[in-house]
C-alpha cells in the first residue's frame, strides 16, 4: 500500500515510538523509509546581536546525526534499510522542511509522533504535527507519546 514512507524525529521520547513505527510499517510494506531530523535555526537565534552561534549550530547538527544513525540501526535490527536527511529551518518552521522533503522524494506517508498537549502547553510550544497534518499532500500517521513507567 505505501511504498516511501517519510518519518520526522526531534530525539525525543514520542519521535522514538513514531520511528518505530514507521520501521514496522516499512518491514510489513515492503517499502523504502527515510527518516528526517531538521536543525532548528530558529532556537539558536538568541545572541544579542542576532548571529547564529556557531559552535552550538555545530552541536546541533551533531546530536541530529547521531539520532539518525540510531534510527538506521534501529531499522537495520528490524532488516529495514533506511536513508537518513539532515535538513536545517533556514529561515523556515520545522513543518515546512519536513511537507518540503516528503514531496521532493516524494513520500506517500509521513509519520509524526505527537505529545497530544492541549491549553497552555499547545499554545506555548505550538504543534509541528497539527502543521505537517493541516500542510500535508499525503496521508499522515500520528503516533502519540505513551507515558512512560
Known amino acids: 500500500m505505501y511504498q516511501r514512507i517519510l518519518v520526522a524525529t526531534d530525539g525525543s521520547a514520542t519521535a522514538r515510538q513514531a520511528v518505530d513505527e514507521a520501521i514496522r510499517f516499512a518491514s510489513e510494506q515492503k517499502a523504502q523509509l527515510r527518516v528526517i531530523h531538521i536543525v532548528d535555526e530558529n532556537v539558536i537565534y538568541w545572541s544579542a546581536d542576532g548571529v547564529i552561534l556557531d559552535s552550538v549550530f555545530e552541536t546541533l547538527r551533531r ?87
Open 63 to 149: 546530536s541530529g546525526q547521531a539520532i539518525l544513525d540510531e534510527a538506521v540501526a534501529l531499522a537495520a535490527s528490524a532488516g529495514v534499510q533506511a536513508q537518513t536527511v539532515l535538513q536545517e529551518t533556514v529561515g523556515k518552521r520545522v513543518p515546512e522542511v519536513i511537507i518540503a522533503e516528503a514531496t521532493a522524494w516524494p513520500a506517500d506517508l509521513l509519520v509524526v509522533g505527537t505529545h497530544g498537549r492541549s491549553g497552555v502547553g499547545h499554545l506555548l510550544l505550538g504543534s509541528v504535527s497539527q502543521a505537517v497534518v493541516r500542510l500535508a499532500p499525503v496521508p499522515v500517521l500520528l503516533v502519540r507519546g505513551r507515558p512512560s513507567g
